[in-house]
């Protein structure tokens, strides 16, 4: 037996919560906007007008006060996680948040034991692309050894452009933030050590970036890991993966859409950025959540199905290192977590 419908607060009705909105109005069953949380009141009216019978409120505090959810998606800017994670754990809901869990390993820790404390694994971490179909396809191929083990991954994340408030730490803690999620997951290893390398700089990126960069990481099973990070590449969004197997290479991500041959030519769709290219993940992803979720209330299953506040910890860890490495192009940095509390085993 299933919670009845589950009452949705969107926290954050910027790029991402608008997204988040019109997604779960028009393609998630199980599930309605009942609140949006958004001080700036232009964007609150605009998401309430995408959400039939959703109640505007400018902070967390008074959407639970007037008990109008059930469970709460919070799109607010990374550094604001912690502040909404918190009253929200206290009231017990289950939780998707957007990457990252938070932006430091010390507020993701004080996380992990606000929710240790609320008895129960209520955080999902919005790392999508763990429900991309062609990822969990090569996933599949890395656990099945039906093309030998995985030797190495020559990764490419490409974004056309990047907004003003994008600065350089963010490529790795805004950006490769997703690669230092999905990659071990891929590859069922742990990450164990970060470096970059700065090539050419491209002269069409924003004077404030020194980028593209290539990330190398070493994972604990062997696995070496090569990733293009680029944020000016103009002609479109693109993240691909190639991994190298004993008896075979796969690839995903390079085409979107139609292939057209005509007039001489070959031409393929090229997504413009990441809300098309990972539709069908955020799609996926919010199902997901939303029937876990609904498990959870009804007390027949966990809230949570899919990376959980550890991976998020993990993932903090794993990008302050990479900042560190980031800042010192060339130099090997090691990346260790504490033991993992029982209650995340
Ligand atoms: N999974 C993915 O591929 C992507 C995830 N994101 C993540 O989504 C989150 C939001 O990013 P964007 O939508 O791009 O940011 P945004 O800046 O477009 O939107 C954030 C919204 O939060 C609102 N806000 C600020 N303080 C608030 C508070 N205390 N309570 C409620 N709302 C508040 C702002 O007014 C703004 O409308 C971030 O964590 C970001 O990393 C963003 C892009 C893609
Ligand atoms: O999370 C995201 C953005 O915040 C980030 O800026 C992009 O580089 C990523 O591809 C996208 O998925």
């Not at 490769?176 to 491209?202: C, Q, T």
């Not at 069908?280 to 990376?307: H, K, N």
């Amino acid at each position: 037996m299933t919670a009845a419908e589950l009452r949705i607060g969107v926290i954050g009705a910027g790029a991402m919560g608008s997204d988040h909105i019109k997604r779960i109005t028009r393609r998630i069953s199980g599930a309605r906007v009942s609140a949006v949380v958004e001080p700036d009141e232009t964007r609150a009216q605009t998401a309430v007008q995408n959400a039939p019978g959703a109640q505007a409120f400018g902070r967390i505090e008074d959407a639970l006060e007037a008990g109008a959810v059930d469970a709460v998606l919070i799109a607010t800017p990374g550094f604001l996680h912690e502040a909404v994670l918190l009253p929200a754990l206290e009231a017990k809901l289950p939780i998707l948040c957007e990457k990252p869990l938070t932006p430091d390993p010390e507020s993701s820790w004080r996380v992990l034991e606000a929710e240790q404390a609320s008895g129960a694994r209520r955080i999902q971490v919005g790392f999508m692309r763990r429900f991309d179909p062609e990822y969990r396809q090569l996933r599949e191929l890395v656990s099945a050894g039906t093309a030998g083990e995985l030797l190495m991954v020559r990764a490419a994340h490409r974004n056309a452009s990047v907004p003003e408030q994008y600065q350089q730490d963010m490529l790795i803690t805004d950006s490769v933030v997703h690669e230092l999620d999905v990659l071990p997951w891929l590859a069922g290893a742990e990450l164990r050590s970060l470096e970059v390398k700065l090539p050419r700089r491209n002269s069409l990126t924003p004077e404030r970036l020194q980028e593209p960069i290539l990330v190398l990481m070493e994972l604990s099973n062997g696995v070496l890991v090569d990733l293009e990070m680029n944020v000016s590449v103009q002609f479109g969004y693109q993240v691909t993966t190639e991994a190298v197997f004993e008896s075979g290479v796969a690839r995903i991500g390079e085409n979107a859409g139609l292939q057209l041959w005509q007039a001489g030519r070959t031409g393929t769709g090229v997504d413009a950025d990441f809300t098309t290219r990972f539709a069908t993940a955020y799609d996926e992803q919010v199902q997901r959540w939303v029937d876990a979720a609904r498990a959870g209330l009804a007390g027949t299953g966990s809230f949570v199905d899919g990376p959980d506040a550890w991976d998020g910890y993990r993932v903090a860890v794993a990008c302050q290192q990479g900042v560190k490495a980031l800042h010192a192009p060339g130099t090997r940095v090691e990346v260790e977590l504490p033991e993992r509390p029982a209650f995340y085993r």
